[in-house]
């Protein structure tokens, strides 16, 4: 099992920016692949952005593509989701997630969930 702590969420401006800290642990952590979804209200989980440990490979979701980076500390089992030009639709509630499969776009295959951030875009 692997025990995800998310961080860095708030309100913010639009076109502002923020970055998302999520802290790792578990003896395993190292297997797995470490992904971002998020949640709007009356909408699905949604798959952001995924890395994995190994070699640092990265996943973007359509939504975030060219506007977010996802990078990890192997060191301090750190994984970070930058956001930029921030818009009031990237609104949602963004959790940390830990899986077995890449890339890890659905989270049926997703084991292990944080328990979120809340991100907060005004317009």
């Known amino acids: 099992q692997v025990h995800l702590v998310e961080s860095g969420g708030g309100s913010v401006e639009a076109g502002g920016s923020l970055t998302l800290s999520c802290a790792a642990s578990?003896?395993?952590?190292?297997?797995?692949?470490i992904a971002w979804f998020r949640q709007a209200p009356g909408k699905e989980r949604e798959f952001v952005a995924g890395?994995?440990?190994?070699?640092?490979?990265?996943y973007y979701g359509d939504s975030v593509k060219g506007r977010s980076t996802i990078s990890s500390d192997y060191a301090k089992n750190m994984v970070y989701l930058q956001m930029n030009s921030l818009k009031p639709e990237d609104t949602a509630v963004y959790y940390c997630?830990?899986?077995?499969?890449?890339?890890?776009?659905?989270?049926?295959?997703?084991?292990?969930w944080g328990q979120g951030t809340q991100v907060t875009v005004s317009s």
């Open positions: 997630a830990a899986g077995s499969r890449w890339p890890p776009t659905e989270h049926q295959f997703i084991h292990d």
């Open positions: 578990g003896r395993t952590v190292n297997r797995y692949v």
């Open positions: 890395i994995m440990w190994s070699d640092s490979m990265t």
